[in-house]
């Protein structure tokens, strides 16, 4: 159990916060450097909730690679926790009340590369436990009252409420994982805000519930989508329309937690403030799952709310004066991927490797200049993804599209360097650079783009079923990330991926184009992928016929071909 006794005078890290960032940190810290002195702070006295706990349940591969590999916990996520049937999208059709009307995105199966969904209260019960075994000393109950940053840092606590017993400790480094508290960031100045308006509200419902039971029995070509009865229930499953998405995840301990994430320019705050209102809400735009609840509602556990969720920080790392922040403490950006433990996992790697390099007796000024600029642009990477997008949220000729160039992004690039741990070397990073940021800015074009063609095209279609293996370039991203490469390799590989997303761009903006009807370039004239757009006034200003860059033809002899395997006219029935 935590510690009861007093703290230490003196440790090499002081951690702000006991939760999940804060713990896995602990531990990564204690595996790479098992003498390094820690000290964290948590101001919950005991054990979590299981369930009615906390959001961020739902886990990629980057993060589920970090708790598996890195942390060593591979058993407990096998034993403890759900393991996961990947992200699956649902986007709406009529009225919503037949699943089996609804285009579906999804796996047929597990894919390489495993994920969980995670019952918070269990598994930061279990962190803590791993922590006071490895030798952190942990302390709950611990109010931080004041943190005066310097040389060494000083970190004030008080346990047992107003008046209780003052503590204070000096560190070498101070690490803020304090979440939404923000202690470090207010401190040094460094909050930042970002035009990503988006409110959330969630709840946790006893006893689960299996969306397969909203399709009719006799909808056989819904049942022969996903030969597994059942495999869908272990999704993150999300319900998309226009300006919203829920999501729907099981957990281990029972519950299953369901949440709506909302534009308010389509969905006012009022309408998901409240239980009441979010039911409400619920009926009227998902009316299947609303059915399910209404005869449910003494399963609700708990109602929890978070106005415009996303932000920014100005600076994550600091070399020179040793601190760091870690998980919600900096900048956090959309649940729609699941990309929160993820970028807990990539901050937990670049400080690890700053506070141990600098234990060693290395300046580490310039790294943690370096690991911050990355971080902070792969930050803006996702940003774009999510950024004045939700408008398009329920568009499947879009999203689709949309969901699979930003998953081959997060599988050949993001995913492709942590599963190799590369993204601290400082040599290797340099080298790829270049074409990380090629990535980014293909990224940025065709969310843009992604944009002006929904304006264009909001068509829907029905009865569709896309997979990861329907675009084997993609699919290939994904078992890159397991591959075990060496570093001439994976600069191939980092190359051949941007090469592949400038094609990709290339295709999608023909067939966006389509809707331009004789504006559309041809077929045979070279398009920039870096200038794609719809706006025909602006293709000369922007260079889309600089002379760089494909014709349809060039890009169709690349990997980038398999993406009209996903368009929607191949695969689906127009309304």
Known sequence: MPYEKNPAEDYDVAILGGGLAGLTLGLQLKAARPEISIFTAEKRPGLAPEAAFKVGESTQAVACNYFGEVLGLTDHMEKRQVRKSGLRFWFSAG???????????GGTGHLPAPSWQFDR????????EENVKAGVDVFQGAFITDVEVGDPHVVTIVRGGPGGEESKVKARWLVDASGRAFILKRKLGLLED????????????????????????????????????????NSTNHLCGKGYWMWMIPLASGPISIGICADPRFHPWERMDTLEHALDWIREYEPQLGDALDSRLDDVEDFLKVQHFSYGCKQEFDGAKRWALVGEAGAFLDPFYSPGSDFISIANTLTTDLITRD????????????????????YLAGLAQYEDQYVFWGNPVVMSLKIVANNFYYWGVLGLLFFHRKLADLDLMAEVRPDVERTWAITKQLEALFREWHDLEEREYR???????????????????LAGYDDDRIKARL?????????????????????LGDAAPGDDTKIN??????????????????????????ARQTGAAGVENLFMEAIAQPV
């Open 495 to 515: 190359r051949e991926t941007a090469d592949i997303m400038e094609a990709m761009a290339v295709i999608i903006f023909h067939r966006a184009a389509r809707n």
């Open 194 to 233: 970002n035009n990503h308006n988006v409110n959330s509200s969630w709840f946790r419902v006893a006893g689960g519930m299996d969306l397969e039971d909203w399709a009719p029995q006799d909808e056989e070509d819904f049942w022969t989508r996903v030969p597994e009865r059942g495999f869908r229930k």
């Open 463 to 481: 009865r569709a079923m896309i997979t990861p293996q329907g675009f084997p370039a993609m699919f290939e991203r994904h078992t890159d990330m």
């Open 95 to 105: 009225d919503n009340r037949n699943l089996a009307e609804r285009v579906e995105l």
């Open 359 to 378: 234990l060693d007796g290395e300046d580490v000024t310039e790294r943690a200049a370096a690991h911050d600029d990355l971080y902070l642009n792969l």
């Open 529 to 554: 992928p870096y200038a794609v757009s719809l706006d025909p006034e602006r293709w000369e200003q922007d260079g889309l016929f600089s002379g760089k860059g494909l014709t349809l033809a060039e």
């Open 121 to 128: 209260g269990r598994f930061e019960n279990f962190l803590m």
